[in-house]
Structures are given as C-alpha cells and as structure tokens.
C-alpha cells in the first residue's frame, strides 16, 4: 500500500492545490510544499529501513510489491514494486519536486493553482514510471508525466512556448508510440507464463525473449527511451521544451524527466532482450559518444544561457548512454551515480538561469557580461555548478564520470578515449559560460539584488548533494549493487550461454 | 604526533569556508589574519609532523593515514587516505612554508584591493587543494587536488576579471592544463583496468610483477601520466599557459605559477617513479621533453620586455631541468632542486613585485632602470635570487642543485653528452637572461620613479626566502665538496627502490671539471649580460635589428610560434564549426519533415474546394483509372 500511497500523494495533492489556488495562491503553494514533504518523509522512511541495514529484503528481488487485478482478460494489473533503483529514483524526483515549488515561489504568478496541479501530476506520473512493473501501467503513467508537461510549457513557458510544447508533445508521443507497439508485441509474443497473455514484468524477467521479434521490440522501447534520455539524434525537443519552460519545468524536466529514459534502459531493455543487447550495444555507444561530443559543441555555440545548460544535458546524457551499454558493474553503477548528480547539477543550473532571469530579464549572454561585480552570489553559486557540471573532482559529476569512463575502457577502449574528450568540452562551455555572462566588463551599471536567503537556501541543498557524492557516493552505491547485479545477471546469461556452446564445440 | 598528518590540509579548508561565506561582512584585519593564519597554522603543524617523522621515523620510512573509504566497486577501493614520505614531507614543507611567506606579503600587497577576501579565499582554497595533491596516498585524490589546484590558478590569473586579457589567459591556462588532465585521466582508465587499482604503492608493486621491465603496457601508461605533467608543469608542448598566467597578480605568480603548482608533474613522476623506470622509452621522453623545454624557456626569456614574462619562461626552464633530472633517473637532484627553486623563484617574484606595486604596476624592465639606490633591500634580495637562479658557483643554492642535474645528466646511466650540452647552453642561457633582467631594471639611469616604499610585511618574507636561497644549497654537497649527503639520505627513504644512479659512474676528476665548466658557464653569461645590457646596450639593439635578428627576436618572443600553431589547428577549427551548426543540423532534419508535411497539407487542402461538381469529377476520374488498371492488367 506504501507504494500506491506514494503516487498518490502528489495526485491527490495537486487536485487540493489546483482546487485552492484560485483563492489563495500561496496557500496552494504551501500545500504542494506539504503533500511533496510528506511524500518524501514516507520515501525517506523506506530508505531507513530498507537501505539502513534494519530491513531485510531477504532472497526477494523486491524490498516492496503490490499487486491488484485491472483488466485481468488481458493480464494486466497494478502492480507497483520497489527495489534499490527505484527507491534512489523516487528520493531524487522528491527531492527535485521539492526545489521545484521551492524555485517557482515568486517567479509564478499567474494561473497558480493549475500550475501546482500539473506539476504534482508530473511528478506523480514520474514517481508511477519508477515503480510501475506492469507494461502496461508503465505506459499509462509514461503518459501520464506527458500532458501536464506539455501544459506547463505552453501555458507558464517564454516567449517560444507554442513551438516548443508542439514539439515536445510530438516527439514523445510519436515514440511513445512505438513503445505502445513494442510493449504489445513483447504481449502477445512472449510465451508468458502459460496462463494466457500477461503484461508483468516479472514474467517477462525470468524467460527473456530472443530472436529476430526481440531484435525490433528491443528497437521500439530504444527510440522511445532514447528520445526521453534524449540521445543523438532523437535530442531536437530537448533545447526548445528547456529553453522555453518555467524553470520548475526545466528543473524536474532535466532533473528527473529525462532519467525515465535512462530508468526505462536499465529496467526494461538490458535485462529482457540480452541478446538483442548484445548486437545493439556497439551501435548504442558510438551514439552516446557522438552525442556526448556533438551537443557539447552545440552548447559551446548558444548565446542564450539556457539553452547552453539544456545542450549540455544532452551532452551529460551521452556518458550515461554509453554506460548503459557498455553493462559492466562499473559503467552502470557509475550511469546511476550521473543520473543523480546530473539531476542535481542541470537542476541548480537551470534553478540558476531562472533567478537570473527574473532580474535582467534577459537569457541572452551578448547583453550580460561583468556580473560578478554586481550579484557576486550568483557568480559563486554559477560557479560551483558549472565545475561540477565539468566534471571537477570532489563533486559528485566526476564520481560518475569516472566510473563510467573506467567502465566503458574495459570493453570500448577506443570509444571511451573519444568519450573522454567530452571533459575537454564540457571545461569549454562551462568556461565560456562564466566568461561570457560574470566576467569581463559591465554592460550596464544596473544594480541588481543578489542571491535571497530562499535562493542560497536551495542552492545549498543542490551544492551539499553534490559535495556529498563527489567525496562519499558509497550509500548510493550499495542502494543500487543489487538491483544492478540482478540487471546484469540477467543481461550476461546470452553471453554465458553463447561462450558454454562455443566452449563445447572446440 | 604524525596522526596530526590530516589536519595539515583542513586549516587552508576551513579559511578559506569561512573566508567564502563571512569574507563580506568582516573587517580586513580579520580576514588578513584567517588568510595567512590559518597556512601558517598548517606550517606549523607540518613542521611538528616533520619533527616527528625525522627524529622517529615511522617503519618503512612512510606514514599511512585514512580517513574513509571513497568509492568501492568490485575489488577497487580507493580511499580518502594520506601518505606521508620523505617526497611528501618535503612538499608539504614547501607549500605550507613558502605559501605562508606568501600569504603574510600578499596582506600588504594586496591591502587596497576591493576584494581582499576573495582573493585570500582562492589562495587558501589552492593551499588546501595543493596539500591533497601531495599527500594523497592515491592517484584518483591526487586527482582532487590535481585538477582543484588547476580551479584556483583559473580563479586567481583571472581575479582581476573586469579586463578581457586577464579572463582569456585565465580561461586559456585551465583549458590547456584539462587537455593534459584528460590524457592522465586516460592514464588512470588504463591502470584501473588493467592493473585493478589506484592506490599509488599498490600500483607500483603490480606494475613490476605484472608488466615488468620494457613491457609495453608500462610504457603507454608512463606516457599517458606525463601527458598531465606537462599539462600542469608548462613542459612542451602546453608550455603556452604559463607566460600568459602572468595576468594573475604577483603573489598568485609566486605562489603558484613558481613555487608549487607548476612543479605538481615533477612531484607525479617522482611519486610513480618506479612505473616511469619499466620503461626506458618513457624515461626518454621525460629527458627530452626537459632538455627541449629548457633551452626554448631559455630563449624566449631572453627577449622579452615584462619582467613577469622573464620570471615566467625562467620557470619553464627550471622546471625542464627538474624534468631533465627525472627522465635521467636523478630523483632527488628532481626534488632539490624543485626545493631550491620554490625558494629563489618565490624570492624574485615577490621582489619583482615590490618592484611594480613601487612603480605603480609597471611592468616593462625598459622603464624601471637605476633601483638599486631607490629599493634597497628589494635589490638585494632580488640579486640574491638572480644568483642562485643563474647558478653562481659556491654562494648560493641554485648553484648545487643544478650543478647535481647537469651531472647526473652526463654521468647516470640514462644520461648522454646531448642531454647535458643542452643543459650547459641551458644553463649559460639562464645566467644571461637573468643578469639581462637585473642590469635593464636595477641599473643604468632611472626612468621612472618610486611612489611608495615596501613596508615589513613585504621585505620580510623577501630576507627569509632570501637566506634560504643562499643556505638550503648546504644541505647537499658534492662528494668532492664537502660531501653531505642529508637531502638526498633522506630522499632515499623515499626512492629507496630506485636507488641513485647518478653517483654509480661517478668517476673522480670527471665531476670536478663538469663543475668548472658548470661555473664557467654561469659566469660567462654573467659578463655577457654585462656587455649587452649594461656597457654596451647598442651593440643588442643592433644585433637585434638586422633582419635575421629581427625575425628570430619575434620568433622567441611570442614563444616559437606555439599559440599561432593552436590557433589554426585547433581553436579556430572548433570554433568554426561550433558557429556553422549553431542552429543544430539535425534539428534541421526534423523541421523538414515538420515541413514536408504541412506542405502536403497545404497542397491537398486546395483540393478541399466544397464544389460538389468537382468532386463528382474527381470521383469519376478515379473510378475510370481503377476500372482501367483492373481491364488493361
């Protein structure tokens, strides 16, 4: 029941919070803040006693499950579960959702009550993504996230937001699409567990699927989770939805939206088309590479800062795609490492961007330049943030990184060497960033309010997280090693049969 | 006593949080004290834990302290833990020490700049970040400190950010410094995998049992390493940083573009020397890189103007002589004199800039002349310096700890006549730009004049690092001077395996006149300068107008034509194609489809007329073509 509480906290909230708002607006906010705050104190109190040591998740794949009938004619049901990965993932989308409310406390002004309900609904379809572990709950929550999102652009976005809530909406839905495809087939072809046709993950799990059908299911949940990462080339939606949003929007849409995709690889794609995979995974790394170094080069470009934060999104993402296929313990330990501390550091940035936004009134870096001298705080704050988005050692970006990088040399020596050229990168538009907006002459002699004590307080909660992975990720580690270890297990079985075959035929 | 070690680093931290978050609101006195206080705290317990560790020294002559666990994954474990050898002491002792002289000048120094308290947190911040490069007891905390120390000499040659110049020479160093970061991080990818850990003795004991000498593997990993040393150290070829970094202000000069950060790739090698002896080709490497860098640092620094840009490329060279003394397997020639140097190139930075803040930040020698009568006491410091920089024989430290390099560059057994004849002309070379750099701005008439004299707290901390310039050489004496031996018994704990090659072909009467030619040398530069720059300043000026003089003057000016070559190759490339796909090619690609189809729409919606005749007309059209494709088949 914990679990259904879970997402239904936040559902349940939005719709006060929405009822509210034409009213009071800011009680509406304080109710978000609440219905967030509960929601994170009942994951919190998972994680004590199920990662604390005091909880015994025993022989059991799950620490938690929870299963009701929906539509038992063709085997589909609620059937929420929770293990290491989705227990990490629920405290980050918490977290963010949290900073999110906390971010958008002044900069919303119009339409409040709509806006918290849609946010809360994200969220809840986020947090529904995570622990879903029926394909077909999975896809109804997958588009649950979807049609507030596309509302929180168009209604509460910049000047661009038609096009860009057009074009977000479009490239989701069209590979969400295929994911529909791909999961209905994985339905119908899948000998399941004799009892007719099933959409459970778990059985999907024990007798994964081989074979020319798994080759092009394994392809329809690819596109659909490549394009939510986003990888190269499925990335376009990405810059204009990041630019034009609210930046509550960018912050959850860069913070935890695009880490369904990496969610969505590491649950579903690895561990039940092995095979499959194992053909793939050549071709998924040189598209991680390729995305790592061609939107790294993009951001280096951008004059408008908030879309240089969203490139490198696309940029942080290749590392995390490259990672996945590359399947070592390493590498995918590390591409959950970077999914937090990207949802961290593209979140503070982006949180950034938006407070900035609301005093110059301007993204456009041609027109800033010597900030520093007047918002110093901002300039540590943008600082901090684009070190850690560099990959500076001692912040947790570069934990991840590394891992990933190591893990990766292990099997693509070569691709990895290229891959690492992306810290070159990432160290020039981090610079050019600082340099273009803080440092260097004023362009005018405005004086502007620096960093609030709400403002510090959130960046501070950002900078603490990536202080702390970056000089002890070990607890985010552990939560995750058997969750990655059951993924992996499953994902080498091909290979192990493959070589036991090879082996007897010598 | 010893378990003190990790406090050494955590004084620097805490000034520089508090220095961060409270460096508004409290007065310049307080924060003078917080900034220099807390390195000198750090000095101090580093000289109580070097007490300790020389009278009783811990067994195996090294001190392991750790603190947690970092990462583990698998078999790999790396840990946030402190090593303290002989190696590490002496660095520590350097950085604490003369970071303390620094920090106590810069008070004065920078006493009217506005912002006193970030530029005491950034240094501070580098202290710390320095300390953990020394100490850390494996190569990925090393990297913490590695690439933090790289953070603060960004922040700090850009502190004055308001000027473009100073942004883009902050921008450039750390860029430069990254591409070689990233070659070691490629390094350390290499030595995960292939050896299972990072741990720097661990390391080296795999590295011989499982590569072995000549082993290939040992060789790419050697090299990989040295890619970041020359990053850090301004060695060939991203040795184009380092003149730029002169954009800082002086302390930041001294401090780490002299004394410590620079001479971070000396301290990796010689902390992973024994991976760099399996492999020959790489000690080669090491040697050639030091040897070539020392004789362009040294032309360069001939022509130029800015007294910094001298002390700059001179920092070049001497570290291609620590370079030179590494790749010939002279590991504590390396450190004595990395140990010298931080003393005299700490001593003639902060002198030079007594000089300019006198001068009211003037930096061009060609318009001081004549302050010998004007700065007393910075002129004699500075000529102290100048002297163990050029290596004048006897008196002073500079003189033994390059005379112990260019023999052992002769004399050990990856040693040759090349590699010490480019010391030698090296060697001259230095004494010549140097005397260039004293005579130009000490004698001759005065062109300028002085505004303010240097308090105490500036000429102190230059009649310290000035006795030790002269004193520290006496530590080590050659066999056929005297003969002590403490710096390099000491050293020895620490390379212990390696052994010192330069003294097992000493040959009696050999070294003696190595050292004369040594001396000679050093002298000769000395009346050459003299000749030049202070008799007969016409006969350089004409020397320097003919066209081939001319030429080769700009050539070594602007650093043998280095940053004009990245240019075209890389920046400008990168750039271009940056600003051609600005708008992003692929995004392109799906705008055409976007198009394609409301371009059908727009196409077919004319059809779209509400005239039932045509569509009636249409209807017939199309049943005629079906009937027809079904009659004529």
Same mark, same amino acid.
């Given at each position: ?15 006060i ?10 009680a ?10 509960l929601?994170?104190l ?8 199920y ?13 938690i499950e ?28 918490l ?10 406390w ?11 309900f ?31 999102m596309?509302l929180?652009?168009r ?26 495809i ?6 119908l ?15 999907f799990?024990q007798?994964?699927l ?31 939805a ?6 509550a929007?960018?912050i ?7 880490k ?5 690889m590491?649950?579903?794609i ?32 951008q004059d408008?800062?908030?879309?240089l ?8 993402m290749g590392f ?8 070592t ?9 970077q ?6 550091s ?11 936004y ?8 041609r ?15 943008t ?6 988005s ?6 947790g ?20 060497i290229?891959?690492t050229?992306?810290?070159i ?6 610079l ?28 501070g909660?950002?900078?603490l ?7 002890y ?13 059951s ?20 | 006593?010893?378990?003190l ?15 961060l978050?409270?460096g ?20 101090a ?19 392991? @302290?750790v603190?947690?666990?970092?990462i ?42 506005k ?8 240094m ?10 020394v100490?850390?007891d ?10 933090g ?17 100073n ?21 350390f ?26 082993s ?11 890619g ?10 991203? @040795? ?14 001294a401090?780490?573009?002299?004394a410590?950060?620079?001479?971070a790739?000396?301290?990796l ?18 040697a ?7 004789l ?23 570290i ?6 590494l ?13 010298t140097?931080?003393?005299f ?12 803040h006198?001068?009211?930040d ?12 004007q ?13 163990a920089l050029?290596g ?18 002769y004399?050990s ?16 070379m230095?004494?010549i ?6 005579f ?17 707290t500036?000429?102190i ?10 004193v ?7 066999h ?20 010192e090659?330069? @003294? ?49 003057h ?8 280095f ?8 920046v @400008?490339?990168?750039?271009?194609i ?37 569509y ?18």
């Amino acid at each position: 029941m914990t679990l259904v509480l879970l997402v239904f906290i936040p559902l349940a909230g939005g719709l006060i919070a929405g009822w509210m708002g034409g009213k009071d607006s800011t009680a509406c906010r304080w109710i978000s803040l609440g219905a967030l705050g509960l929601d994170a104190l009942l994951a919190l109190g998972l994680a004590f006693h199920y990662l604390g040591g005091s909880g015994n998740p025993g022989d059991s794949r799950w620490f938690i499950e929870w299963s009701q009938p929906w539509i038992p004619q063709f085997g589909i049901s609620f059937h929420f579960a929770m293990d290491g990965l989705s227990l990490v993932m629920v405290l980050l989308t918490l977290f963010l959702g949290l900073i999110g409310v906390g971010a958008s406390w002044t900069e919303i002004q119009e339409r409040v009550g709509f806006f918290h309900f849609n946010f809360l609904w994200i969220l809840s379809g986020v947090l529904g993504v995570f622990l879903a572990m029926d394909l077909f709950l999975f896809f109804f929550f997958w588009e649950v996230m979807l049609v507030p999102m596309y509302l929180l652009i168009r209604i509460w976005g910049h000047e661009n937001r038609r096009y860009a809530a057009v074009k977000f909406f479009l490239f989701t839905q069209a590979s969400g699409l295929l994911m529909l495809i791909s999961i209905v087939a994985l339905a119908l072809l899948h000998p399941g567990n004799g009892q007719g046709v099933t959409f459970d993950y778990n059985v999907f799990l024990q007798n994964p699927l081989h074979g020319p059908a798994a080759k092009w299911i394994m392809l329809g949940f690819f596109v659909a989770f490549a394009t939510k990462l986003p990888a190269f080339p499925f990335h376009p939606w990405l810059a204009d939805a990041h630019t034009e949003a609210p930046t509550a929007g960018s912050i959850i849409l860069a913070g935890i939206l695009l880490k369904t995709g990496a969610y969505g690889m590491l649950r579903f794609i690895l561990p039940l088309f092995p095979t499959a995979v194992h053909e793939f995974s050549t071709t998924a790394m040189i598209l991680g590479v390729i995305g790592i170094l061609y939107a790294a080069i993009l951001a280096f470009a951008q004059d408008d800062m908030k879309r240089l934060v969203a490139y490198t999104s696309v940029s942080h993402m290749g590392f995390v795609l490259l990672g996945i296929f590359a399947g070592t313990d390493f590498a995918l330990k590390g591409v959950v490492i970077q999914m937090i501390c990207h949802g961290l550091s593209a979140g503070a940035q982006f949180m950034l961007v938006g407070a900035l936004y609301e005093r110059i009134h301007t993204r456009d870096m041609r027109k800033m330049g010597g900030l520093w001298d007047a918002i110093p705080g901002f300039g540590v704050a943008t600082m901090f943030f684009a070190m850690a988005s560099l990959g500076l050692p001692g912040l947790g970006n570069f934990v991840a990184e590394f891992m990933i990088l190591v893990g990766s040399f292990q099997v693509a020596p070569k691709l990895t060497i290229l891959a690492t050229l992306g810290l070159i990168a990432a160290t020039l538009y981090s610079l050019r960033l600082i340099r273009r907006a803080f440092h260097g002459p004023r362009q005018d002699e405005k004086a502007y309010p620096d960093l609030t004590l709400r403002e510090r307080a959130l960046n501070g909660a950002f900078a603490l997280g990536l202080i702390w992975l970056g000089v002890y990720p070990q607890p985010a580690i552990n939560a995750v090693t058997p969750t990655l270890k059951s993924i992996q297990s499953s994902a080498a079985t091909p290979m192990a049969e493959h070589n036991a075959i090879s082996g007897e035929s010598q | 006593m010893l378990n003190l070690l990790w406090t050494i680093p955590v004084f620097p931290f805490l000034g520089f949080l508090i220095l961060l978050f409270f460096g508004e609101r409290l007065p310049r006195k307080i924060l003078a004290l917080v900034g220099a206080g807390s390195v000198g705290v750090s000095a101090a317990v580093t000289s109580l834990v070097a007490y300790a560790f020389i009278t009783n020294p811990p067994e195996g002559h090294a001190f392991h @302290q750790v603190l947690w666990t970092w990462i583990s994954v698998g078999d790999f474990h790396p840990q946030i833990a402190f090593y303290l050898d002989a190696l590490a002491l002496v660095m520590a002792g350097v950085v604490t020490g003369v970071g303390f002289l620094i920090h106590v000048y810069s008070i004065e120094y920078m006493g009217t700049d506005k912002d006193f308290a970030r530029f005491f947190a950034c240094m501070n911040l580098f202290v710390f970040a320095m300390l953990v490069l020394v100490l850390a007891d494996n190569l990925l905390l090393l990297y913490i400190g590695w690439e933090g120390v790289g953070l603060c000499s960004y922040l700090l040659i850009g502190f004055w950010y308001r000027e473009p110049a100073n942004c883009t020479a902050a921008q450039k160093a750390f860029i430069v410094t990254r591409v070689g970061d990233t070659v070691m991080a490629i390094g350390f990818f290499l030595l995960v995998v292939q050896l299972g850990t990072l741990d720097v003795q661990g390391l080296m004991e795999r590295a011989q049992s499982e590569w072995g000498p000549a082993s290939g593997m040992a060789t790419l990993a050697a090299l990989l390493l040295l890619g970041g040393a020359v990053g850090k150290s301004g060695q060939l070829p991203l @040795q184009t940083w380092l003149p730029d970094a002169m954009a800082g202000p002086t302390p930041v000069s001294a401090l780490i573009h002299a004394a410590t950060m620079v001479t971070a790739g000396v301290y990796l090698i010689a902390r992973t020397h024994v991976l760099f002896e399996l492999s020959s080709t790489a000690m080669m490497a090491v040697a050639v890189v030091g040897c070539l860098t020392l004789l362009l640092a040294g032309f360069s620094a001939l022509v130029q103007t800015d007294i910094k840009r001298v002390l700059a490329y001179s920092t070049i060279s001497q570290i291609g002589y620590m370079f030179l003394a590494l790749g010939v397997g002279a590991w504590s020639a390396a450190m004595f004199h990395f140990m010298t140097h931080a003393f005299f190139k700490a001593l003639l930075f902060l002198a030079a800039g007594g000089v300019i803040h006198a001068l009211h930040d003037e930096q061009n020698m060609f318009k001081m002349g004549g302050l010998w009568k004007q700065l007393p006491v910075v002129f004699w410091t500075f000529l102290i310096g100048s002297a163990a920089l050029a290596g004048i024989p006897l008196i002073d430290a500079g003189f033994y700890s390059k005379d112990a390099i260019l023999w052992a560059a002769y004399s050990s057994e990856h040693g040759s006549f090349l590699l010490w004849l480019g010391a030698w002309i090296g060697a001259i070379m230095t004494s010549i730009y140097t005397f260039r750099m004293v005579f130009i701005s000490f004698f001759g008439e005065a062109k300028n004049h002085v505004h303010h004299k240097p308090g105490l707290t500036i000429l102190i901390p230059l009649i310290i690092l000035a006795a030790l310039s002269l004193v520290a050489g006496f530590i080590e004496l050659p066999h056929n001077m005297g003969h002590i031996q403490m710096f390099s018994h000491f050293m020895g704990t620490a390379f212990e395996s390696a052994g010192e090659h330069a @003294q097992t072909m000493a040959e009696p009467g050999g070294e003696a006149m190595f050292q004369i030619l040594a001396g000679v040398g050093s002298l000769a530069g000395v009346l050459i300068a003299w000749w030049f720059f202070l008799k007969n300043p016409a006969s350089a000026d004409s020397l320097a107008s003919t066209p081939t003089g001319s030429r080769l003057h700009h050539f070594w000016k602007s650093g043998w034509g280095f940053d004009a070559f990245y240019d075209k190759v890389f920046v @400008q490339p990168f750039r271009w194609i940056s600003e051609v796909n600005k708008a992003d090619i692929v995004d392109g690609f799906y705008s055409a489809i976007a198009g394609a189809t409301q371009l059908t729409h727009s196409v077919l919606s004319l059809t779209q007329t509400g005239r039932v005749r045509w569509y009636a007309a249409w209807v017939t059209v199309g049943s005629v073509m079906i009937l027809g494709a079904l009659l004529f088949k």
